[in-house]
Structures are given as structure tokens and as C-alpha cells.
């Protein structure tokens, strides 16, 4: 199981603007999973993303696989309220009987009206 | 339908005291994941369900913490022998097939005193 590294682990910006979020590891990932947690609630699954080079979009929120798959990122174009939260990277555990996932501790984002 | 349920969602305890903690899954997910978020560690994987068997239970920090499933249903994790250091929010997740999408419930905070 690697470690998975989220940066920067705060961010607090205004209503509107973009932003970018980083997941990186020293490892190749076989797959990554973005998920998105607001206080009191558990994380909820957004992306999964498994070939290098991959771009996914919802919405606002477009997600890239590097092309090594050593790394991720989550962009979001013209912020909005609704989109604070925890953003958390996650892999899921691999070898004989393994399950479960393995998180980054994830970017706390805060959208200021 | 029914997300994920989880009770108590709060508990606090003394130190030295045994906890239950009860997970009810989606209906007919034959997965079943328990996890640990605190602010220092992050979200932490403890133990996989495949029905009522646990074929990886690699994340149980101590001997002090069991689990089990009845039923391929309900879940109960234990706490024996409380400690401050257990204080955590504790997330229970399940998933319709072992590497599907794990859908997570709102969690028990745990206080330790």
C-alpha cells in the first residue's frame, strides 16, 4: 500500500475563481478515486480515472491522470459555495484477499461567498 | 432507497469502557468496510467484509478491535479497553460486489474521556 500525497492540505478562495488540487504518490497507481466529504457525512465517490492521460469532467470539476499514472489533479472553474468540502484521493488496496482503499488526509477547500 | 446507517452517531466513553459501534449496509451489498478518520491520521481503512467472512482485517490498529458481520448484513465493530487515542469518527461503507463502488454512512463519532 503507498502513500498518497494531497496538496496543498487548505485552501481558502473567493466565490468564482479556479482552482487546482494535487494527488501524487513515488508509486504507479493501477486506478485512483476522487471523492468529495462534507462535515457530518461520509465521503462521496466523484471520479475514478484509470488510464494515464485520462481527463474526466462533471461539471465544473475536470479530473487528469498523469500520463505515468504517479500523479492526479482536480481542477475547478468559477468556484462556487457549494463546492467546500474535503476533496480526498483514494487507491484501492490490491493483493490477495485485500480490500478497501487507502486515502490521502486530502485538501480542506473553503469557497467564500 | 436507503443509503448506509450507522448508530449510535455520537459516543462518548471513559477510558477503559467497551463500545459497539453498528453498521446497517445497502440491502444486497455483499461488501462491507470499516474505517477511522481523525484529524491526525487522516481516513484509515480497518477491515473488509465478503459476506460474513473477513478475508482482510489487515487495518485493525490493535487487538482491542473486532468485528463481526451476521446475516451478510449488519456489521458490529468492537472497541474493548477504550483509549483517548480511539477518539475518531468511525465510517462504515458497503459496496454490491467486492471492488465496486463503496457508498459510506455518516459515521460514529467517538470520544474517549
Known amino acids: 500500500t503507498q502513500l498518497l500525497e494531497q496538496s496543498p492540505q487548505f485552501l481558502s478562495i473567493q466565490e468564482g475563481e479556479n482552482l487546482t488540487v494535487y494527488c501524487n504518490s513515488s508509486s504507479v497507481f493501477s486506478s485512483l478515486q476522487w471523492y468529495r466529504q462534507e462535515p457530518g457525512e461520509g465521503p462521496v465517490l466523484l471520479v475514478t480515472?484509470?488510464?494515464?492521460?485520462e481527463v474526466k469532467k462533471l461539471k465544473r470539476l475536470t479530473f487528469q491522470f498523469g500520463d505515468a499514472r504517479k500523479d492526479s489533479s482536480l481542477h475547478i472553474t468559477a468556484a462556487q459555495p457549494g463546492d467546500t468540502g474535503l476533496y480526498l484521493c483514494a487507491e484501492r488496496n490490491s493483493g490477495g484477499g485485500a480490500d478497501g482503499l487507502t486515502f490521502g488526509k486530502g485538501t480542506h477547500l473553503i469557497i467564500q461567498p | 432507497g436507503a443509503g448506509v446507517s450507522q448508530s449510535p452517531s455520537n459516543k462518548v466513553t471513559e477510558k477503559g469502557k467497551d463500545v459497539e459501534l453498528r453498521c446497517d449496509p445497502i440491502s444486497g451489498h455483499t461488501a462491507l468496510y470499516w474505517y477511522r478518520q481523525s484529524l491526525g491520521q487522516g481516513l484509515e481503512f480497518l477491515i473488509y467484509f465478503q459476506g460474513n467472512s473477513a478475508p482482510d482485517k489487515s487495518g485493525l490498529p490493535s487487538d482491542r478491535f473486532s468485528a463481526e458481520r451476521t446475516g451478510g448484513s449488519v456489521s458490529t465493530l468492537t472497541i474493548q479497553r477504550t483509549q483517548q487515542e480511539d477518539s475518531a469518527v468511525y465510517l462504515c461503507?458497503?459496496?454490491?460486489?467486492?471492488?465496486?463502488?463503496?457508498?459510506f454512512g455518516p459515521g460514529t463519532r467517538l470520544t474517549v474521556l
Open positions: 461503507a458497503s459496496s454490491l460486489a467486492r471492488r465496486s463502488e463503496q457508498f
Open positions: 480515472v484509470v488510464t494515464g492521460g
